[in-house]
Nanobody, 120 residues
C-alpha cells in the first residue's frame, strides 16, 4: 500500500519560514519524480515545485528564489523549504509521486495534504 505522509504545515507570520516533509512508503522512492502542489480556497490545485529521479528541479514562478525542494532517497522523503512566506502562499500543500512504467502506464499518488497559513 502506497502512503505519502506530509508534515510540517502550520501558521506562520509573513516573512517567516516553514519546512514541509513528505515521507513515502510502498514505492521504490528513488525512481519516482516527486512534487509539491498547493490548493487555495476557490482555486485550482497548482504545481509548486518538482524534483525528478535524476534531481532535475522545477519551480513555479511565484515561488522561485523563496522555496527549495530537495529529496533524501535514503529516508524516502522529499522536503519543501519555504522562506519569505507571503499571505498568498496560504493553501493546503500536497505531496505527489509519479512515474511512467515500461509500457507507458502512469503511476501517481497523492498525500492527504497539510495546511499552511501565512497571516499576522
Amino acid at each position: 500500500q502506497v502512503q505519502l505522509v506530509e508534515s510540517g504545515g502550520g501558521l506562520v507570520q509573513p516573512g517567516g519560514s516553514l519546512r514541509l516533509s513528505c515521507a513515502a512508503s510502498g514505492i521504490i522512492f528513488r525512481i519516482y519524480a516527486m512534487g509539491w502542489y498547493r490548493q487555495a480556497p476557490g482555486k485550482q490545485r497548482e504545481l509548486v515545485a518538482s524534483i525528478t529521479s535524476s534531481d532535475s528541479i522545477n519551480y513555479a514562478d511565484s515561488v522561485k528564489g523563496r522555496f527549495t525542494i530537495s529529496r533524501d532517497n535514503a529516508k524516502n522523503t522529499v522536503y519543501l523549504q519555504m522562506n519569505s512566506l507571503k499571505p498568498e502562499d496560504t493553501a493546503v500543500y500536497y505531496c505527489h509521486a509519479a512515474k511512467i512504467g515500461p509500457l507507458r502506464e502512469q503511476y501517481d499518488y497523492w498525500g492527504q495534504g497539510t495546511q499552511v497559513t501565512v497571516s499576522s
